[in-house]
């Protein structure tokens, strides 16, 4: 393939020369070369055939290498303030020192791999050229579902700039040794994940999985892009896109945040329970928001496919997710089962017995998981039945809300909306979660993950919330809203989930086009108790109450943690989002001369 980029060429030889990979081979993203790739990896045997889905592949990584990794992942921004209070930060330099000469040899006897590729739509304004050097073949093939690979991408660059990404699983093969399925460094502690947001630069070393190896995803699209949004005056986030169709035949758009493992591709792909209702899909982990010469913010999704959690999807939970991965599909780290196809917890079939994703045998009741719970597919989002005809326009949709949420046992009602920007970006600074499998750390502790982006942005929070404030007198502004499909009575969810929170969605529209009034809390707006669609649904009046209020007591134990986290980013929180929680806790606890007798409503 030929490239008259000198800056290109220059890095690709620099690299090589650094690397030392046996050879180097430049992805056209063709039809035929994604055969060939996918013969080697199974010849190799990284690969297996699944016989049930056509093209379709099942691979396990190293027990060690299943997950992000929060820890190892730094920004290596020149000063540390800029960096921020929720990075891992390390001088440039200094990281250099200790990089590079890891990654001298790393490569050899690999193939070292050169992919152009484009995030966004190639003619968006917003469009990215990356060009990601990696040794693993595992990755290529990743890449080629999950962003636009090969020869356009090329084509686009021009001579002109891209974003470098380095990445090697650093276990170069030396003569005569054995290679393995998965090749990788084993010990956490030797794995880097690290940007360079002043040279738009991103190095990984020693791990092969998802968002530490797929670089465009999390490393470019969210902490990169983050750092050139900033910038240029737009919002790179950890959403997904859908658009919502009512029976009047009324699209609405929306753009929707929550932490990794806590719902955006089952809600992407939702399957709405109430009749002449239709949800479309645009994308299901990042989008990239402008603000359009109309005052409204348009949304595109920067990605091509999906890298969505295994365990859970069903053809009952989310059929969409289960239609798009029916063929030309990579599954990670899921069990293959006796009858040919992949399995994991919670899809639905019976099976007699399995290979599990470390290779051993499995079968029902063994008191072991079958599937890694951070077990993945990977599939075009060309595949996904309810692709939305927008989602490769390059001007993107124009949003009518944004919606933030995280996994809540308790306190955080089902659904609350936003009385201004301000409100809803205080919303979204405040969002907490439990951390889940999809990083390599304890999992089920609540944390603050404001926007769901804690592990994903490029340089300070704060000045990130200042950045989302700044975009307050735009003449159009999606509405802002919180939900919560998670809270908990012991063991049992409140709330159905899935296809119900189509339900959510619906008041959201309605709430769009004041055809429902709401009922102020001291939160926010919630649905009165008779607002929400329930046609269909049994739930207990309890708990009805329970997901729409809010409760008071709880809640000035939750401002009280707010303000503790607002205290430990520092003196830079914007004055803003300190007024929005003051405001806050005097609607909970309004003077005496104000107080009414219910503890939470006005
Ligand atoms: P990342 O790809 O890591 O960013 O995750 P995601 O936000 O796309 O989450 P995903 O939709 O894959 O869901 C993660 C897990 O939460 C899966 O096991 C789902 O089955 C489960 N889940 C999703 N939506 C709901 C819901 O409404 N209720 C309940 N109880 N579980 C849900
Ligand atoms: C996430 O963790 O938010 C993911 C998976 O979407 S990964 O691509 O590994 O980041
Ligand atoms: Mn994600």
Redesign the pocket.
């Known amino acids: 393939m030929q490239t008259t980029n000198q800056k290109l060429k220059d890095w690709v030889e620099q690299i090589a020369n650094h690397c030392l990979p046996q050879d180097v081979y430049w992805c056209d993203g063709s039809k035929t070369e994604q055969d060939n790739l996918l013969k080697e990896l199974v010849a190799q045997g990284t690969f297996k055939p699944v016989a049930a889905r056509p093209n379709s592949y099942w691979v396990c990584s190293h027990p060690s290498d299943v997950a992000r990794v929060e820890k190892r992942t730094f920004i290596c921004s020149r000063k540390e303030e800029d960096a921020g209070p929720t990075n891992n930060w390390m001088d440039p330099a200094q990281m250099k020192q200790i990089l590079w000469p890891k990654f001298a040899g790393c490569m050899q006897g690999r193939r070292m791999y050169v992919i152009p590729f484009c995030m966004g739509p190639y003619d968006s304004p917003l469009a990215k050229i990356g060009v990601e050097i990696t040794d693993s073949p595992y990755v290529v093939a990743n890449m080629y579902l999950m962003a636009r690979v090969g020869e356009k991408a090329l084509a686009k660059l021009g001579n002109g700039d891209f974003i470098p990404c380095l990445h090697s699983v650093g276990a170069p093969l030396l003569a005569g040794q054995k290679d393995v399925p998965w090749p990788c460094e084993p010990d956490p502690e030797n794995k880097y994940i690290v940007q360079f947001p002043e040279e738009h630069m991103i190095w990984s070393y020693g791990s092969g999985y998802g968002g530490n190896a797929l670089l465009g995803k999390k490393c470019l699209a969210l902490r990169i892009a983050s750092v050139m949004a900033r910038k240029e005056g737009w919002l790179a986030e950890h959403m997904l896109i859908l658009s919502l169709t009512n029976p009047q035949g009324k699209t609405f758009y929306m753009a929707a945040a ?1 932490p ?7 809600l992407a792909m939702l399957k709405m329970p109430l009749p002449g209702w239709q949800v479309k899909c645009l994308g ?2 990042i989008a990239w928001l402008r603000p359009g010469s109309d005052g409204r913010l348009w949304a595109i999704n920067p990605e091509y496919g999906f ?3 295994a ?3 069903s053809g009952k ?1 989310n059929a969409q997710a289960m239609a798009a991965m029916e063929k030309n599909a990579i599954f990670t780290n899921v069990a293959l089962a006796d009858d040919g196809d992949v399995w994991w917890e ?1 899809i639905d079939r019976e099976i007699t017995g399995a290979i599990d994703w470390q290779g051993a045998r499995w079968t029902p009741g063994c008191g072991r998981k079958a599937a890694h719970p951070n077990s993945r597919f990977t599939a075009p989002l060309s595949q996904c039945p309810i692709l939305d005809e927008h989602w490769n326009d390059g001007e993107g949709v124009p949003l009518s809300a944004i919606i933030f949420g995280g996994r809540r046992p308790s306190t955080v009602p089902l659904v609350t909306e936003a009385f201004s920007w301000e409100h809803g970006v205080f919303f979204g600074s405040a969002i907490a979660s439990e951390t889940t499998a ?1 990083n390599l750390d304890q999992v089920g502790i609540v944390r603050r993950d404001p926007f769901a982006m804690r592990p994903f942005f490029g340089y300070h929070v704060c000045d990130y919330f200042q950045h989302w404030l700044s975009f307050k007198n735009l003449s159009h502004l999606p509405r802002i809203f919180m939900v919560n ?2 809270q908990k009575e012991g063991e049992r ?1 409140l709330w159905p ?2 296809s119900d ?1 189509g339900r959510v969605l619906k008041w959201i529209t309605q709430r769009l086009e004041n055809k429902v009034p709401g009922q102020k809390s001291a939160l926010g707006i919630n649905p009165g108790l008779q607002e929400l669609d329930l046609t269909g649904l049994k739930i207990a009046a309890s708990d009805l109450a329970r997901l729409l209020t809010c409760d008071g007591h709880q809640w000035k134990k939750e401002a009280q943690s707010i303000a503790e986290f607002y205290q430990s980013l520092g003196p830079k929180v914007p004055p803003a989002l300190w007024q929005q929680l003051t405001d806050l806790q005097k609607r909970l606890d309004p003077s005496p001369r104000e107080h009414h007798s219910s503890c939470c409503m006005f």
């Open positions: 929550f990794s493992a806590c719902g955006k591709t089952n299901d982990d890298f969505g959690v365990p859970g999807t939970t919670g999809a499909w998670f969810f989930g899935y929170n």
